[in-house]
Nanobody, 124 residues
Framework: QLQLAESGGGLVQPGGSLRLACDAS????????VGWFRQAPGKEREGVSC????????HYADAAKGRFTISRDNAENTVYLQMNGLKAEDTGVYYC?????????????????WGKGTLVTVST
């Protein structure tokens, strides 16, 4: 059973950077989509970025383009989200999620396996 664990959240000032990590432990993600989602207080969860690990294709929500980068460390079986130029509106709980590439595409933002989330707070 695929289990995902996020880390790297915290408090950062506007304009700062954070790198989130999504660890799948010993489970191979070679044929999975892995996405990052976030939920701001009082708002619905939204997709931020996604990577098709079989093809190496990445996808970003408009709010993330130019500031966030999704990547994979093959040796550690970990997917990262590098977030630069953070804004107050980026505040929220960030979730890592995954789904087999046979089930959907990144653009669908539809995942079945979820981590518990990590809190990102952008504030002075």
């Amino acid at each position: 059973q695929l289990q995902l664990a996020e880390s790297g959240g915290g408090l950062v000032q506007p304009g700062g950077s954070l790198r989130l990590a999504c660890d799948a432990s010993q489970f191979s993600l070679d044929y999975y989509l892995v996405g990052w989602f976030r939920q701001a207080p009082g708002k619905e969860r939204e997709g931020v970025s996604c990577i098709n690990l079989a093809l190496g294709i990445t996808h970003y929500a408009d709010a993330a383009k130019g500031r966030f980068t999704i990547s994979r460390d093959n040796a550690e079986n970990t997917v990262y989200l590098q977030m630069n130029g953070l804004k107050a509106e980026d505040t929220g709980v960030y979730y890592c999620a995954a789904d087999p590439i046979s089930h959907s595409d990144c653009e669908d933002w539809n995942m079945n396996f979820w981590g518990k989330g990590t809190l990102v707070t952008v504030s002075t």
